[in-house]
């Protein structure tokens, strides 16, 4: 796709036109991570476990957390490739514009048992379970840190938050101030960033962005162009106010419009019995609203938060209108010396509208989804070393009524340098909009003499809810003042994993020519067990240079019922790899230049064919005084491409390339 470089320059412009001409050096240089002591980074804040804050190393919880620092010396150009870091994340590209990302198993582009988060907004798509990834696309330098749960979070965060929590947390405005641009040449993906950040008063700042994001295709299976090239155009603003010492007040807003191309292969009624195969394009149009309020008490504190969010996508000839609105109480309160509670109260509403798309219909089109919840944790300190937190989440949707998710936790810690924990809990991933209204023609056979069939999948209103119950042991230590691991294991149970019933015959004159129909209605019979662990380590070999490997295992037993053969919808959970390395060295060669290199390993995946494959990634950064950056950043260095994961939901994937990016970043 060509770039508008004449539009890029006036966003750029017309943002750096309304600093004022004396501005403040933007403050949001990471801090080099190679300089601060282990104990520090054991000692990080997190508030993704609780909803409150807590030292990630007395968290019962299997959490990672990505700093800003982290961020920038990956040399990753989006989210996707920053969470690859994150030992039990798989990250898997099916075109340049679509992922398939999930924790601890089940992936598909739509990864449905994984909740994503943008400061505690959910960005879990209602109508179709999961995540378009192509629309988060938050700034990577407003990032303040990613916290990973891998493991049901679903008492603090409701339904779909099954086998992880991905939550990524903006830095405040007060710590972006002044001018930032950001600018990047090369193959590949090509971010481009004009910021600025301000006061408005002495407790209440604000920062505003444009930002261009051009991305070329990439080579199809076959090894010629694909059609999965985008440009995309996103602006937005966060404003932080703090009117008193008890006090701070939040408000970010984002508008976000992409085009986009991709191949499909899909089902057209009017080319029976064909399934023809064609280049296909996708548009977005996006913007939400969010605000919360935090308020300390004597004894406690709250926060009050809303957001609203609207989409507007066509994708695969269907458009997809959505609003969702969300309100959220939460009230951290110590009752005694040994009860810290944390409860809280939510509503959210969606609102939206299906169109027919190349093989999909919708019954009914239009629909109002309700969601209410209730949560209520309580941290016990059985003694100075161990606490017991116990807690559920209790919810009504409009699918399945009431649910509840609740869990455990046990945490000791011996000593200083060590946690012990275990923990227990039950989840759940509510139905969407695909699970009970949509007919779906998957696909059309032969049946010899010149007939053939369409197998057509059908919602079911009564569908459950699918669960899981999960068991895991953690511990982490810190061995000496250079040397820090993190291990845990696990278990879990699925129940009601969506399958479907043996189809129906009937038969069809329309849409021409005459075919035979095999219907079959989406259920949920079957179950599934995990186990696996995961373990990373740090290690500061030198003030200059720190290495973080990591390791990840996991296996999956499918059990269904043996009549279903081939004609599940969803038979098989995804596509995960057994076995994951990530490998992190960050070497500051000089006070001014480092060199950070990233080596991941990702086994093979089972039903598809996609071998196994090893991405190098390196960062050559150079720092050219206090406002001036340079870096030079090579991806997936080792082979020419590689393909990470196989057609996903008619879309055909496409294959990662070796780039090369240059990246110039000026503060002033």
């Given at each position: 796709?060509?770039?508008?470089?004449?539009t890029l320059?006036?966003?750029?412009?017309?943002?750096?036109?309304?600093?004022?001409?004396?501005?403040?050096?933007?403050?949001?240089t990471?801090?080099?991570?190679?300089?601060?002591?282990?104990?520090?980074?054991?000692?990080?804040?997190?508030?993704?476990?609780?909803?409150?804050?807590?030292?990630?190393?007395?968290?019962?919880?299997?959490?990672?957390?990505?700093?800003?620092?982290?961020?920038?010396?990956?040399?990753?150009?989006?989210?996707?490739?920053?969470?690859?870091?994150?030992p039990?994340?798989?990250?898997?590209?099916?075109?340049?514009?679509?992922?398939?990302?999930?924790i601890?198993?089940?992936?598909?582009?739509?990864?449905?048992?994984?909740?994503?988060?943008?400061?505690?907004?959910?960005?879990?798509?209602?109508?179709?379970?999961?995540?378009?990834?192509?629309?988060?696309?938050?700034?990577l330098?407003?990032?303040?840190?990613?916290?990973?749960?891998?493991?049901?979070?679903?008492?603090?965060?409701?339904?779909?938050?099954?086998?992880?929590?991905?939550?990524?947390?903006?830095?405040?405005?007060?710590?972006?101030?002044?001018?930032?641009?950001?600018a990047?040449?090369?193959?590949?993906?090509?971010?481009?960033?004009?910021?600025?950040?301000?006061?408005?008063?002495?407790?209440?700042?604000?920062?505003?962005?444009?930002?261009?994001?051009?991305?070329?295709?990439?080579?199809?299976?076959?090894?010629g162009?694909?059609?999965?090239?985008w440009?995309?155009?996103?602006?937005?603003?966060?404003?932080?106010?703090?009117?008193?010492?008890?006090?701070?007040?939040?408000?970010?807003?984002?508008?976000?419009?992409?085009?986009?191309?991709?191949?499909?292969?899909?089902?057209?009624?009017?080319?029976?019995?064909?399934?023809?195969?064609?280049?296909?394009?996708?548009?977005?149009?996006?913007?939400?609203?969010?605000?919360?309020?935090?308020?300390?008490?004597?004894?406690?504190d709250?926060?009050?938060?809303?957001?609203?969010n609207?989409?507007n996508?066509?994708?695969?000839?269907?458009?997809?209108?959505?609003?969702?609105?969300?309100?959220?109480?939460?009230?951290?309160?110590?009752?005694?010396?040994?009860?810290?509670?944390?409860?809280?109260?939510?509503?959210?509403?969606?609102?939206?509208?299906?169109?027919?798309?190349?093989?999909?219909?919708?019954s009914?089109?239009?629909r109002?989804?309700?969601?209410?919840?209730?949560?209520?944790?309580?941290?016990?300190?059985?003694?100075?070393?161990?606490?017991?937190?116990?807690?559920?989440?209790?919810?009504?949707?409009?699918?399945?009524?009431?649910?509840?998710?609740p869990?455990?936790?046990?945490?000791?810690?011996?000593?200083?340098?060590?946690?012990?924990?275990?923990?227990?809990?039950?989840?759940?991933?509510?139905?969407?909009?695909?699970?009970?209204?949509?007919?779906?023609d998957?696909?059309?056979?032969?049946?010899?003499?010149?007939?053939?069939?369409?197998?057509t999948?059908?919602?079911?209103?009564?569908?459950?809810?699918?669960?899981?119950?999960?068991?895991?042991?953690?511990?982490?230590?810190?061995?000496?003042?250079?040397?820090?691991?993190?291990?845990?294991?696990?278990?879990?149970?699925?129940?009601?994993?969506?399958?479907?019933?043996?189809?129906?015959?009937?038969?069809?004159?329309?849409?021409?020519?005459?075919?035979?129909?095999?219907?079959?209605?989406l259920?949920?019979?079957?179950?599934?067990?995990?186990?696996?662990?995961?373990i990373?380590s740090?290690?500061?070999?030198?003030?200059?240079?720190?290495?973080?490997?990591?390791?990840?295992?996991?296996?999956?037993?499918?059990?269904?019922?043996?009549?279903?053969?081939?004609?599940?919808?969803?038979?098989?959970?995804?596509?995960?790899?057994?076995?994951?390395?990530?490998?992190r060295?960050?070497?500051?060669?000089?006070?001014?230049?480092?060199?950070?290199?990233?080596?991941?390993?990702?086994g093979?995946?089972?039903?598809?064919?996609?071998?196994?494959?090893?991405?190098?990634?390196?960062?050559?950064?150079?720092?050219?005084?206090?406002?001036l950056?340079?870096?030079?950043?090579?991806?997936?260095?080792?082979?020419?491409?590689?393909?990470?994961f196989?057609?996903?939901?008619?879309?055909a994937?496409?294959?990662?390339?070796?780039?090369?990016?240059?990246?110039?970043?000026?503060?002033?």
């Amino acid at each position: 796709m060509k770039r508008p470089r004449a539009t890029l320059c006036a966003v750029l412009l017309a943002i750096c036109a309304c600093a004022p001409v004396a501005v403040v050096a933007q403050t949001s240089t990471p801090r080099d991570l190679t300089k601060i002591p282990l104990e520090d980074l054991m000692n990080v804040q997190v508030v993704s476990v609780s909803r409150k804050e807590q030292k990630l190393s007395q968290t019962g919880a299997a959490v990672f957390v990505i700093t800003q620092d982290d961020i920038h010396r990956s040399g990753a150009a989006n989210i996707p490739d920053v969470l690859r870091m994150a030992p039990g994340v798989n990250v898997a590209r099916v075109d340049a514009n679509a992922w398939a990302i999930s924790i601890r198993g089940f992936t598909s582009r739509y990864s449905d048992k994984l909740l994503v988060l943008i400061d505690g907004r959910s960005v879990y798509s209602a109508s179709f379970s999961g995540v378009y990834w192509d629309q988060v696309d938050v700034p990577l330098e407003d990032i303040e840190r990613i916290e990973i749960i891998r493991g049901p979070g679903g008492t603090s965060w409701g339904a779909n938050a099954v086998n992880g929590v991905i939550n990524i947390i903006t830095m405040s405005s007060k710590a972006t101030q002044g001018a930032l641009l950001v600018a990047q040449g090369g193959s590949g993906e090509l971010p481009e960033l004009a910021q600025y950040g301000g006061k408005t008063g002495p407790t209440a700042t604000y920062r505003a962005f444009g930002r261009y994001r051009n991305t070329n295709s990439s080579l199809n299976t076959a090894g010629g162009t694909a059609a999965d090239g985008w440009h995309a155009y996103h602006g937005g603003f966060r404003f932080d106010w703090e009117p008193s010492e008890r006090d701070s007040v939040m408000l970010e807003g984002d508008l976000h419009q992409a085009a986009e191309g991709q191949t499909v292969t899909t089902v057209l009624s009017d080319h029976l019995p064909a399934v023809p195969t064609f280049n296909d394009r996708i548009t977005v149009t996006s913007g939400n609203l969010q605000a919360r309020w935090n308020h300390k008490l004597k004894t406690s504190d709250f926060s009050v938060g809303l957001y609203y969010n609207h989409d507007n996508r066509l994708d695969q000839g269907l458009i997809e209108k959505s609003n969702t609105f969300d309100i959220d109480f939460v009230h951290h309160v110590a009752i005694s010396s040994r009860h810290d509670l944390v409860w809280g109260l939510g509503y959210r509403v969606t609102n939206d509208s299906m169109s027919s798309g190349y093989s999909v219909r919708w019954s009914p089109p239009k629909r109002t989804s309700n969601l209410y919840s209730e949560f209520l944790q309580d941290e016990i300190t059985l003694t100075k070393s161990a606490h017991l937190t116990i807690g559920t989440k209790i919810e009504h949707n409009s699918y399945t009524g009431f649910e509840y998710e609740p869990s455990a936790q046990f945490v000791w810690t011996p000593t200083a340098r060590q946690t012990i924990w275990l923990s227990a809990a039950r989840a759940i991933r509510q139905p969407s909009r695909q699970d009970t209204d949509i007919v779906y023609d998957a696909a059309v056979i032969s049946l010899g003499g010149g007939a053939f069939g369409v197998v057509t999948f059908v919602g079911n209103k009564d569908i459950k809810a699918e669960q899981l119950r999960n068991y895991e042991a953690g511990y982490r230590t810190q061995i000496t003042r250079r040397l820090s691991v993190d291990i845990v294991g696990f278990g879990g149970s699925y129940r009601h994993l969506e399958t479907s019933e043996f189809p129906v015959l009937s038969f069809a004159s329309t849409p021409a020519p005459p075919h035979v129909v095999l219907s079959s209605l989406l259920a949920a019979n079957a179950s599934a067990r995990t186990y696996g662990g995961e373990i990373f380590s740090t290690w500061s070999v030198t003030s200059r240079w720190r290495l973080s490997p990591g390791y990840s295992l996991i296996h999956i037993a499918l059990h269904a019922p043996s009549e279903l053969g081939s004609l599940n919808a969803k038979l098989v959970p995804g596509d995960t790899p057994k076995h994951q390395v990530q490998f992190r060295s960050t070497l500051g060669l000089r006070s001014n230049l480092d060199w950070d290199t990233s080596l991941y390993f990702v086994g093979k995946l089972i039903t598809t064919p996609i071998p196994s494959y090893t991405r190098l990634d390196m960062q050559l950064r150079w720092r050219a005084g206090e406002a001036l950056e340079l870096a030079v950043t090579g991806q997936n260095l080792l082979t020419p491409r590689h393909a990470e994961f196989g057609d996903g939901f008619a879309v055909a994937h496409t294959q990662v390339l070796r780039s090369v990016l240059g990246k110039i970043t000026w503060r002033f």
